[in-house]
């Protein structure tokens, strides 16, 4: 699927719950989220029915997402019938990894490929506060589980936020000297109500970050990419180390002429731009008992609404009309 802009849409981001085991304080605000209902949310059989019908257009790759997808009932079963789909040839994770020691061996029997875990600070007191009362250990026993069952690579996702995390940038990087890991450091986005970073910290662009950690390693960019998984973030090996580091710059240096996605949301909203707020309704057509030439054609519709840039660079006032991250999906 082409856009107006010649981008080629291949990529979709599918949030299954806005339910989450953890209240992060970049994703919801102080004071909470009103969440969905079981009937507002999309069912998994309808979930498989949109993702097989965008793979007939062009669809090669799916991330499942929420709020937290292993909290969702069923969530092993749903991933295998997703792999079952022709065609199909990439399913990934995103998760905050508290569940992760439990389910990672069943989640890479069913077809998950690679696994993202999100992961803002090494220091148990911090990341505690930052998620407000989030279990660092289980995260790190999730991770140590992941790679014994044989995910790689393992990516940690790590939101860079000045005044939190920036003083942990070592901490993480030697993460990816002394594992296989992939560290990635992302720029912090204000998206929707976020009032709730107040005590925590702010935006720092990721280019002070790579300042501070060439003062201490050799850093090599990677170059021939095409046959990786790196979407828009820009990685280097590690003199001497076992893994890779990366950063990803939405804020900064934005990656939107090579966008290739669309977010699917957990109430069935097809999303054309993480930082806009035009959707197309799915649900609705579902739940009317649209055939598949009309779904196909509601795909397009969202194609073709999809902007030449994010909306990042607008006024607080504007992000602050956006859905937050977790009704999203992340």
Same mark, same amino acid.
């Given at each position: 699927?082409?856009?107006?802009?010649?981008?080629?849409?291949?990529?979709?981001?599918?949030?299954?719950?806005?339910?989450?085991?953890?209240?992060?304080?970049?994703?919801?605000?102080?004071?909470?989220?009103?969440?969905?209902?079981?009937?507002?949310?999309?069912?998994?059989?309808?979930?498989?029915?949109?993702?097989?019908?965008?793979?007939?257009?062009?669809?090669?790759?799916?991330?499942?997402?929420?709020?937290?997808?292993?909290?969702?009932?069923?969530?092993?079963?749903?991933?295998?019938?997703? !792999?079952?789909? *022709? /065609?199909?040839?990439? %399913?990934?994770?995103?998760?905050? $990894?508290?569940?992760?020691?439990? +389910?990672?061996?069943?989640?890479?029997?069913?077809?998950?490929?690679?696994?993202?875990?999100?992961?803002?600070?090494?220091?148990?007191?911090?990341?505690?506060?930052?998620?407000?009362?989030?279990?660092?250990?289980?995260?790190?026993?999730?991770?140590?589980?992941?790679?014994?069952?044989?995910?790689?690579?393992?990516?940690?996702?790590?939101?860079?936020?000045?005044?939190?995390?920036?003083?942990?940038?070592?901490?993480?990087?030697?993460?990816?000297?002394?594992?296989?890991?992939?560290?990635?450091?992302?720029?912090?986005?204000?998206?929707?109500?976020?009032?709730?970073?107040?005590?925590?910290?702010?935006?720092?662009?990721?280019?002070?970050?790579?300042?501070?950690?060439?003062?201490?390693?050799?850093?090599?960019?990677?170059?021939?990419?095409? !046959?990786?998984? *790196? /979407?828009?973030?820009? %990685?280097?090996?590690?003199?001497? $180390?076992?893994?890779?580091?990366? +950063?990803?710059?939405?804020?900064?240096?934005?990656?939107?002429?090579?966008?290739?996605?669309?977010?699917?949301?957990?109430?069935?909203?097809?999303?054309?731009?993480?930082?806009?707020?035009?959707?197309?309704?799915?649900?609705?057509?579902?739940?009317?008992?649209?055939?598949?030439?009309?779904?196909?054609?509601?795909?397009?519709?969202?194609?073709?609404?999809?902007?030449?840039?994010?909306?990042?660079?607008?006024?607080?006032?504007?992000?602050?009309?956006?859905?937050?991250?977790?009704?999203?999906?992340?």
């Amino acid at each position: 699927m082409l856009d107006k802009f010649n981008r080629e849409i291949n990529y979709l981001r599918v949030s299954i719950t806005d339910r989450c085991n953890l209240h992060c304080r970049y994703c919801r605000p102080k004071e909470g989220i009103s969440l969905q209902g079981h009937d507002d949310i999309l069912r998994y059989e309808e979930i498989i029915r949109i993702v097989s019908v965008a793979v007939k257009m062009g669809l090669v790759k799916v991330r499942v997402t929420g709020g937290e997808p292993l909290v969702r009932r069923g969530f092993v079963n749903f991933i295998a019938e997703l !792999k079952n789909i *022709d /065609g199909l040839q990439d %399913i990934s994770l995103t998760t905050n $990894g508290i569940l992760l020691e439990e +389910f990672a061996q069943g989640i890479i029997d069913a077809g998950i490929s690679r696994i993202n875990i999100s992961l803002d600070s090494l220091n148990k007191d911090k990341y505690s506060h930052i998620t407000n009362g989030g279990d660092l250990d289980a995260v790190l026993r999730g991770i140590a589980r992941a790679e014994e069952v044989g995910f790689s690579p393992i990516k940690i996702n790590t939101v860079a936020i000045k005044g939190f995390n920036d003083d942990e940038a070592l901490d993480f990087v030697r993460l990816a000297v002394d594992k296989p890991f992939q560290v990635r450091f992302i720029e912090l986005m204000r998206v929707g109500q976020q009032t709730n970073l107040d005590d925590v910290g702010d935006y720092m662009p990721t280019s002070q970050l790579i300042d501070r950690i060439k003062k201490k390693y050799e850093l090599e960019p990677i170059k021939n990419k095409k !046959k990786r998984s *790196d /979407g828009p973030a820009r %990685i280097f090996k590690i003199k001497g $180390g076992r893994g890779e580091i990366g +950063f990803i710059n939405p804020v900064s240096d934005h990656f939107c002429s090579t966008c290739n996605r669309l977010r699917l949301t957990s109430d069935g909203k097809l999303r054309v731009c993480l930082l806009n707020e035009k959707e197309v309704d799915l649900k609705k057509a579902l739940r009317e008992n649209c055939n598949d030439a009309e779904l196909e054609k509601l795909f397009w519709d969202a194609v073709l609404l999809k902007p030449k840039q994010h909306d990042l660079i607008c006024t607080e006032n504007t992000l602050k009309k956006c859905r937050n991250m977790s009704a999203i999906g992340g």
